[in-house]
């Protein structure tokens, strides 16, 4: 079995979300929140249960304000050819400083 497939208690998956075990209690008595198991008289989580309700927790606002859930953002910096330094305004030869040359 994977680490990944491993199970949590409560308070491991509480400290895997950042979140109080009692917000937890307080998420399954809604039926809000990760899935959860009753094994042998005790609440369990499993890890990869877990990363994906965070993944379908991701909200992308659109510019019209429109909200789409569980779509993945696209991270600018882990982009192929990503620019390090945005492009020079004014003229200016060096990126690091603001005055017209590097010196």
């Known amino acids: 079995m994977e680490d990944r497939d491993e199970w949590l208690t409560p308070a491991e998956a509480g400290v895997l979300l950042?979140?109080?075990?009692?917000?937890?209690?307080?998420?399954?008595?809604?039926?809000?929140?990760?899935?959860?198991?009753?094994?042998?008289?005790?609440?369990?989580?499993?890890r990869t249960d877990i990363e994906e309700w965070l993944r379908e927790q991701r909200v992308l606002v659109e510019r019209d304000g429109e909200e789409k859930r569980g779509v993945e953002q696209e991270d600018p910096s882990r982009r192929r050819g990503a620019p390090l330094v945005p492009p020079i305004l004014g003229g200016s030869r060096c990126p690091w400083t603001f005055s017209s040359g590097c010196g």
């Open 18 to 46: 950042k979140r109080n075990v009692r917000t937890l209690a307080n998420w399954r008595s809604r039926q809000e929140g990760p899935p959860h198991y009753k094994r042998m008289a005790r609440i369990e989580y499993r």
